[in-house]
T-cell receptor
Framework: GENVEQHPSTLSVQEGDSAVIKCTYS??????FPWYKQELGKRPQLIID?????GEKKDQRIAVTLNKTAKHFSLHITETQPEDSAVYFC?????????????FGQGTILTVHP | EPEVTQTPSHQVTQMGQEVILRCVPI?????FYWYRQILGQKVEFLVS????????KSEIFDDQFSVERPDGSNFTLKIRSTKLEDSAMYFC????????????FGEGSRLTVL
């Protein structure tokens, strides 16, 4: 099955700095790559996603890049703010007949210091 | 904004007891899922459900687990005989399409097995 590795497991930055989180996956047929933000005790919430026919997508301070050849994708947060502090999960959809099954990475605890 | 709703928010049960977790997916969605998250760990896929049958299930979803859509709105997860290791947050999710469509998660049901 799909294997998703996420790094780093923890990331501490100063307010205003950039943060980058990386994920690799194993199945070359994977076709959908969402990123979720999860605050303590809350549900995962989609913050950005990218599909396999696109290399980069940006939404204000958040961007995702995808390298299908190398099978990795990254989340970039610029001008970080304390409210960006949360656990971030990457996920991968395997494609084919996989009915919406997402395989999640292990998560990155992002702490933004004021 | 439409939401996936789950009940109960927290359930405490004795080992060996049966538990039913309930979910009301977003009304026009056709695909339903259960995921679980053990405290401090990643989100793990349990099962997907479409057209009144299971589409896919993980190794975690053994014979102790079952899902049902008893009416037009509810989607339930039953654990027949709970074990200590079933203690986790269980998230229901739904999506309009399978594959590369956004999954909308509920707030979760925290299950504690004593």
């Amino acid at each position: 099955g799909e294997n998703v590795e996420q790094h780093p497991s923890t990331l501490s930055v100063q307010e205003g700095d950039s943060a980058v989180i990386k994920c690799t996956y194993s199945d070359s047929a994977s076709n959908y790559f969402p990123w979720y933000k999860q605050e303590l005790g809350k549900r995962p919430q989609l913050i950005i996603d990218i599909r396999s026919n696109v290399g980069e997508k940006k939404d204000q301070r958040i961007a995702v890049t995808l390298n299908k050849t190398a099978k990795h994708f990254s989340l970039h947060i610029t001008e970080t703010q304390p409210e960006d502090s949360a656990v971030y999960f990457c996920a991968v959809h395997a494609g084919g007949t996989s009915y919406g099954k997402l395989t999640f990475g292990q998560g990155t605890i992002l702490t933004v210091h004021p | 904004e439409p939401e996936v709703t789950q009940t109960p928010s927290h359930q405490v049960t004795q080992m060996g007891q049966e538990v039913i977790l309930r979910c009301v997916p977003i009304s026009n969605h056709l695909y339903f899922y259960w995921y679980r998250q053990i405290l401090g760990q990643k989100v793990e896929f349990l099962v997907s459900f479409y057209n009144n049958e299971i589409s896919e299930k993980s190794e975690i979803f053994d014979d102790q687990f079952s899902v049902e859509r008893p009416d037009g709105s509810n989607f339930t997860l039953k654990i027949r005989s709970t074990k200590l290791e079933d203690s986790a947050m269980y998230f229901c999710a739904s999506s309009e399409t399978a594959g590369t469509g956004e999954l909308f998660f509920g707030e979760g049901s925290r299950l504690t097995v004593l």
